[in-house]
């Protein structure tokens, strides 16, 4: 799992996908959904 440690010690966990010269795109998900849910 990667994560980010912030000042505070919270620790967030992201995902690295696509070509390393793709253009940066940032998604987030919301409470009670994890990163794993996807819609059928």
Partial sequence: MTTITMRDGTELF???????????IVFHHGWPLSADVHPS
């Fill in 14 to 24: 992201y995902k690295d996908w696509g070509s390393k010269d793709a253009p940066v």
